[in-house]
């Protein structure tokens, strides 16, 4: 279904408006959700108290659902009592427009600082850092801990810890804001409100569960603060890449080098510490906040009270640099991405450019164009021009495609390989199969058991795909199908629009080719999406090749994949489950029909092969142990819910593709 577009934000109300029982002093933030003020609530006696006013925005407050959502945040802060975290003061309603009343901070929030410092040649030091992170922690350990009124554990996630959600106050104190637990659930159902509310800055602190698109819990919000940790005591960034696409891969693959080189003058136990609340995989991470707040507790060893003096001194430094504002300016906004030494540079992407015309000079002597940049790209995507062309723009002096680096990397990836460009390959390959009657589920089954590496080139009439494979694992999938190009997957899917399609590729040129940044950048898809459109789309090119009635497979072994490609991870078993059910659904390779009234019998693979195979495949090979018929062995698999009504069928089609069952008449067959 397609993301509709949220309208601009209201235009600021003018200094010292009324809202409810508050004056609205100034609008510190607005995003896709909510605007939020600083404002001063009067009191019985004495002067007014500062407050922070979020209010949501009006074209989200005329959704239920949403209004809902935002009411819960506020029954659920105000539940949470604990001097790190930021409180909620009050929730209401006025003229239409549902609002949260928030505690104060006089400061400036953790990105902030952290940039100041930078800015500044200097760093917090590892006692400070270390007093830094223990009090966001017992915040979260706080929030992840919280009850009902009758005593019943929540079990709350924030889910959107972040230095520019951690505030720090001109007294030393460390509070954790912008409570996050409803904002997250707003922007899974309401993903219109991300469009102008993108989390720039926020990325490098998902966990790589949350990348993957998987459930998250409170080790989720633990990863979160142990990036912040390790950020604090490096001065500098954890996960850093070229493009918030390189920052979520480095976060799902857990790469933790930047630790490792720069923490190398950390103590032993510090740096250990760190590093288990880092663990890509949950179950191995450390458990709770709590756990890593202690494991932390040696290491900072001067008087709490010194420290959050130090503390408060480094705030009033840094914030004395800037306009007052309090540090919910940035805790509710998110941190901009700007140079260093201009806090508040905020250039977003133009959405205009100039169209740009090129010409292409064949190696045949052919001359093609004018074609604008999307046509050129998809020309070269799908082989129709490559190498040995060259390349002219506005009237420009043609140059070979080789001197143009942004359309270099949409060759297909095997053009640029010795052994697999368009004229023949300079030696046989590895191995090499025939696709005929569904032989692919045999082939990539192979390749997986073999735990291969190298590239393996599918091709049916004109139609060519490349995969290549890491110890047997897919990483890369690339194909000369123009309907297969990301933009157009994107399209098909309802993702953006043709229109923002034709936008982005035509100033793609800016960020050197690169689609998927390009996108990011013009705010048309956020990048957390995206990354899971393009896992999407490798997996469906996968997963199409299982439907093909034939065609040839070759295998060259060690051929590496291109930097330029987007090294996904897919589980491989996954794909042939899932290529395997692709094709009975579609009336392919039926092993019921293929062979009833047979019986089936385990042989061919050894137990290593065996071991390595899905759980349900090594279920059904032990259940063949004995002759018995096909119809009993899959009765046997059936799911017991009724839901999957191919289960036991996807397993046997594996074992007979692999030559691990025998068919054979059974007894009493003459």
Not at 246 to 259: Q, S, T
Not at 291 to 309: F, W
Not at 421 to 446: C, F, H, K, N, Y
């Amino acid at each position: 279904m397609r993301i509709s577009r949220p309208p601009p934000p209201p235009p600021a109300p003018p200094p010292h408006s009324r809202f409810g029982p508050y004056t609205l002093a100034d609008r510190i933030a607005v995003g896709g959700m909510a605007e939020v003020f600083r404002a001063h609530e009067p009191r019985a006696v004495g002067d007014p108290r500062v407050v922070v006013v979020k209010r949501m925005l009006p074209a989200l407050a005329s959704e239920p659902g949403a209004r809902a959502m935002f009411e819960e945040e506020a029954r659920l802060g105000g539940l949470v009592e604990h001097d790190n975290v930021v409180r909620v003061l009050g929730f209401g309603d006025e003229a239409g427009q549902p609002y949260l009343a928030l505690e104060y901070v006089p400061g400036l929030d953790l990105w902030r600082l952290a940039r100041w410092l930078t800015r500044q040649g200097r760093t917090l030091g590892t006692e400070l850092a270390v007093f830094v992170t223990r009090e966001l922690l017992a915040g979260l350990h706080a929030v992840h801990e919280t009850h009902d009124r009758d005593a019943r554990p929540l079990g709350l996630v924030h889910r959107d810890v972040s230095p520019s959600n951690v505030l720090l106050s001109v007294h030393g104190d460390v509070k954790l804001g912008d409570f996050g637990i409803a904002q997250a659930l707003l922007r899974e159902s309401y993903p219109q409100a991300t469009l102008t509310e993108r989390a720039k800055g926020k990325l490098g602190y998902l966990a790589p569960e949350q990348v993957r698109g998987l459930p998250a819990d409170r080790r989720a919000d633990v990863f979160a603060a142990a990036v912040i940790a390790a950020e604090l005591l490096m001065g500098r960034p954890l996960f850093a890449g070229g493009s918030e696409l390189a920052v979520l891969l480095a976060i799902r693959d857990g790469d933790l080098r930047a630790f490792h080189e720069h923490g190398a003058g950390l103590p032993e136990g510090l740096r250990a510490a760190v590093v288990a609340a880092l663990a890509a995989d949950p179950d191995a991470r450390t458990a709770t906040a709590a756990i890593l707040r202690d494991a932390l507790a040696p290491y900072e060893t001067g008087p709490v009270s010194a420290l959050r003096a130090q503390l408060a001194g480094l705030v009033g430094e840094a914030h004395g640099s800037r306009k007052p504002s309090g540090a919910y300016q940035v805790a509710v906004r998110g941190p901009k991405t700007a140079p260093p030494g201009d806090d508040d540079a905020d250039a977003p992407a133009t959405r205009d450019a100039p169209e740009l015309a090129y010409l292409v000079r064949t190696s045949d002597g052919r001359t093609e164009g004018p074609l604008s940049y999307a046509k050129l790209v998809e020309a070269i995507a799908t082989r129709r021009f490559g190498l040995t062309d060259a390349i002219a723009l506005q009237g420009g002096a043609f140059a070979p495609l080789s001197s143009h680096p942004d359309l270099v990397r949409h060759l297909p990836t095997s053009s640029l390989s010795d052994r697999t460009a368009r004229q023949e390959p300079v030696r046989e390959p590895d191995r090499a199969w025939s696709l005929e009657d569904g032989s692919i589920v045999g082939v990539m089954t192979s390749v997986v058991l073999a735990r291969e590496t190298g590239l393996l080139l599918c091709e049916q009439g004109g139609v060519r795909k490349e995969i290549y494979l890491s110890n047997g694992v897919p990483e890369f999938v690339t194909s000369n199908l123009a309907t297969e190009l990301l933009g157009e997957f994107l399209v098909a899917r309802g993702v953006i629009s043709r229109g923002e399609l034709d936008m982005a590729l035509a100033v793609m040129p800016r960020f050197e080719g690169r689609l998927g940044d390009t996108l990011t950048a013009l705010g048309l898809v956020e990048p957390v999406h995206l990354f899971r459109q393009i896992a999407a789309q490798v997996q469906e090119k996968l997963l199409e090749l299982f439907t093909w009635p034939s065609g040839r497979a070759t295998l060259w072994r060690g051929v590496a994949r291109p930097q330029s490609g987007f090294p996904l991870g897919l589980d491989p078993w996954r794909i042939v489950m899932d290529g395997i059910d692709r094709r009975l659904a579609q009336g392919m390779d039926d092993p019921l029909a293929a062979h009833r009234g047979k019986w089936v019998l385990a042989s061919g693979p050894n137990d290593l092969e065996v071991a390595r195979l899905p759980l349900a495949v090594r279920s059904a090979y032990r259940r063949a142990a004995q002759p018995l018929p096909i119809a009993d062995l899959d009765r046997s698999l059936s799911d017991p819910t009724g839901r999957d009504a191919r289960a036991g069928r996807r397993a046997i089609a594996l074992l007979l593709a692999i030559g691990a069952l025998s068919v054979h008449d059974g007894p009493g067959a003459s």
